[in-house]
């Protein structure tokens, strides 16, 4: 199976900071990469995939880059509505598996 | 709007059975492979397995954790989509979400609100 390590696994940051995540895989698997924003005792939903292409209607302020192992997440100016838990997930192959995820809170 | 609703969780004892279904809506069912994925309380998603649609066969793949107890299950003309669950673990207690799969590039577009499942005795 491939793993997946988020990185911090815990954040703290202000409204206005850049906040980054990065989600390492233990082999490549090319641009295959999706990331999830979750809030509490809320369905997961879908900020990027492909690495890099935003979802249709996901502020502009999230992005994604990387390709084969390495992979970041990032918030240009953090909102008070994007503290949330945070997933990476691959789907390059069986079975589909998840980061342990990135809580964000306010500091 | 798509619009995906899990129904049939509640609390079963251990070595018990239970199905979940999710009534699906706003998009072509039929096109659509499928997915169920788990939390359980205070932890991580976990991928539980996939259907793939009629053109493929209706073929599954299972998570190791889940395979040969659970039976991932549709029924296009009821846009539905089915878990079956046997011999249910206490450490499949969990939220578990159906999921919409977007068609040519695979991705976990869209979620049900979840429903839970409690195995205790």
């Known amino acids: 199976d491939i793993q997946l390590t988020q990185s911090p696994s815990f954040l703290s940051a202000s409204v206005g900071d850049r906040v980054t995540i990065t989600c390492r895989a233990s082999q490549g698997i090319s641009s295959d990469l999706a990331w999830f924003q979750q809030k509490p005792g809320r369905a997961p939903k879908l900020l990027i995939y492909?690495?890099?292409t935003l979802q249709s209607g996901v502020p502009s302020r999230f992005s994604g880059s990387g390709s084969g192992t390495e992979f970041t997440l990032t918030i240009s100016s953090l909102q008070p509505e994007d503290f949330a838990t945070y997933y990476c997930?691959?789907?390059?192959?069986?079975?589909?598996?998840f980061g342990g995820g990135t809580k964000v809170e306010i500091k | 709007e798509v619009q995906l609703v899990e129904s049939g969780g509640g609390l079963v004892q251990p070595g018990g059975s239970l199905r979940l279904s999710c009534a699906a809506s706003g998009f072509t069912f039929s096109d659509h492979y499928m997915d169920w994925v788990r939390q359980a309380p205070g932890k991580g998603l976990e991928w539980v397995g996939r259907t793939r649609n009629k053109a493929n066969r209706y073929t599954t793949e299972y998570a190791a954790s889940v395979k040969g107890r659970f039976t991932i299950s549709r029924d296009d003309s009821k846009r539905s989509l089915y878990l079956q669950m046997n011999s249910l673990k206490t450490e499949d207690t969990a939220v578990y979400y159906c999921?919409?799969?977007?068609?040519?590039?695979?991705?976990?577009?869209?979620w049900g609100q979840g429903t839970l499942v409690t195995v205790s005795s």
């Open positions: 997930q691959q789907r390059n192959n069986y079975p589909l598996t």
């Open positions: 999921t919409r799969v977007t068609t040519g590039n695979y991705y976990l577009a869209n």
């Open positions: 492909a690495a890099s």
